[in-house]
Every structure is written in structure tokens, then in C-alpha cells.
């Protein structure tokens, strides 16, 4: 009920060179909307009290919650799904510190389409182009190193320009406007303690985007379900169940995220240096055969 349409193929554009077709790179293009609220029933309809527009305050020195309400929640157990910046994950010393900033518009296409489009220029530092068919839309963005951010709003009218020029997209001011941080500093330990509370990091909070493409829908989705088991496990009475999650979410993650790591901190280098060039672009980027090999 969540997707929007299938994707077969993905096309990377490095710099003005010619685009490069991946066939058969599968995957589905979904509404995160629909995905949020179909989650939000599902936990509802299994028992969870769903709160809207409730902020925790500073919880870094006590195991008792303040709620901007004026209430007070004391927590047995806690789960920090609160996004890249996290508050918990700041109250565990496990903050995210490295992140892409992001920003995206939705414009109609010109006709429909089944790839996804990328794009690897210089002046994407530290991240990249895109743009993501959604039916008779588009999403156009782009994600750059954050000590660039000031430049993202120039680089996506541009690159808007560029596509709206060849025909890919129509003219016209874009539909909608989003944007927002993505770690890309790797997973940090997910399991840490406020007083004797046990807290345990999920999605973004928990640095599980991966550090190339800054996807993280379905990690997020993969360590809220384990967070909740391993949760329900400890209440349960076993122990030991805390320490298991991050030695699941290890299992899970960390190999993926090792070699996403290593090219990511290759390419910056080389970009650092002002060499950065095809082969290098290409070892960096998950369509393209040398990003999985192992061959230095």
C-alpha cells in the first residue's frame, strides 16, 4: 500500500561525461508519508499510545523524563529513535558528529520513468545529485558535506535548470520543498544507560544511514523491530538482552558500513587534494563494479 511505483535501473552521470545505465538495479519507490502513518496504526492497533507534537526535555542528568507538557514519564526501558540529532544519543555520549545536508524539491516530470538518475559532479562535496521518479513526479535534491551546506540551495537550482533544459522535467516552480541532516559518520554503539534506565539507539539516531547513498528507510525500520524485541525480551526478564542488540545491529550493519567508510574517506581525499576524477568517482559510488572490489 506504500509504494508508489517499481524502480528497475539506476543511470550515474559523472560530471558532463555520458550517462552510465545499470540494468536491473531493482527497488521500489515508496510514500514515507504513508510508510509513517501505517507504522503509527500499526503500533496503535498492538497496544502503543501515540503522542504527536510532544517534546522531551534535556534527559542527560536524570532517569526521569520531563515532558514539555509539564508531565513526567519514569521509563524502564527507552528506545531513541529521535533522528540524527539525537537528544539520547547525546545523553549516552553517542552523538552523531559527521552528516550530509540534504535538499530536495518535487517537480512534475516530463514523462514517466522506471531509474533512478545520479549525479557525481566536484561540486557535490562529500555527496551527490539525484533524482527519483514518484510517479508522474520528481524528487530533485542534493546532499552535500555539511560544512557546505550554504551552496545547496545555488547547486539544486542548477541542477533543476539542467533538467528542465534537456527536457527531463517540466518548468515551473517546484511543488514542495524538504530538506534535513543524514549521518554519514558511520553506527555508533546503540546501547548505553541514563541513571539505571537502559536506552537502546534506532535509525538515524544510532548513525545507521549508510555513509554513500545516506539511505536509511530501511534500517531504521530493521533496528526499531529489533530495538522493540530486545526491549520486550529485557522486560521479560532476560538479562542479558540489551547487550544483544548491538551485537545484532553489528552483525547487520557494520561490514556495509566499513566499506561504504573506506570510499567515502578515499574520495574526500582525492576531492581534499582537487584530484578527484572518473575512477574515482566511480570506486565511490555502489552502481558501478569498483565500489565492491577489493582490488586497491
Known amino acids: 500500500p506504500i509504494m508508489v511505483q ?4 539506476m543511470v550515474t552521470t559523472i560530471e558532463s561525461q555520458a550517462p552510465e545505465l545499470r540494468l536491473d538495479f531493482r527497488g ?3 510514500s514515507r508519508r504513508a510508510l509513517d502513518q501505517a507504522l503509527a496504526r500499526e503500533a496503535s492497533l498492538r497496544g502503543a499510545h501515540c ?9 542527560r542528568t536524570v532517569s526521569r523524563f520531563e515532558l514539555a507538557t509539564g508531565e513526567t514519564i519514569e521509563p524502564r526501558v527507552v528506545i531513541g529513535a529521535d533522528g540524527p540529532r539525537s537528544v539520547l544519543g547525546a545523553a549516552i555520549g553517542e552523538a552523531n558528529s559527521r552528516w550530509v545536508a540534504a535538499r530536495q524539491v518535487t517537480v512534475p516530470l516530463a514523462q514517466t520513468q522506471e531509474s533512478t538518475d545520479i549525479f557525481l559532479r566536484a561540486a557535490y562535496r562529500g555527496g551527490y545529485g539525484w533524482l527519483f521518479p514518484s510517479g508522474a513526479y520528481a524528487h530533485i ?3 552535500v558535506d555539511h560544512a557546505w551546506r550554504h551552496d545547496l540551495k545555488s547547486l539544486l537550482t542548477e541542477l ?3 533538467l528542465v533544459a534537456t527536457g527531463r522535467v517540466r518548468a515551473g516552480t517546484p511543488a514542495r520543498l524538504t530538506g534535513g541532516l543524514i549521518p554519514v559518520g558511520g553506527r555508533r554503539r546503540s546501547v548505553g544507560r541514563i541513571g539505571r534506565t537502559p536506552v537502546l539507539l534506532a535509525g538515524d539516531a544510532a548513525g545507521l544511514t549508510n555513509p554513500v547513498t545516506g539511505a536509511g528507510i530501511e534500517s531504521a525500520v530493521q533496528s526499531g523491530a529489533l530495538a522493540g524485541a530486545i526491549a520486550a525480551d529485557w522486560l521479560a526478564g532476560r538479562g542479558a538482552a540489551i547487550e544483544d542488540y548491538e551485537d545484532e545491529l553489528a552483525s547487520l550493519y557494520d561490514p556495509a558500513h566499513a566499506r561504504a567508510l573506506g570510499r567515502r574517506r578515499a574520495l574526500e581525499a582525492r576531492q581534499t587534494q582537487g584530484a578527484a576524477d572518473r575512477v574515482d568517482f566511480r570506486r565511490a559510488w555502489i552502481a558501478f563494479p569498483e565500489y565492491w572490489s577489493d582490488a586497491a
Request: some cysteine; aromatic content about 0%.
Open 51 to 59: 503522542r504527536c507534537g510532544v517534546t522531551l526535555l534535556d534527559p
Open 160 to 162: 533543476h535548470a539542467d
Open 141 to 143: 535534491g542534493i546532499g
Open 6 to 9: 517499481p524502480i528497475e535501473h
Open 28 to 30: 521500489r519507490m515508496i
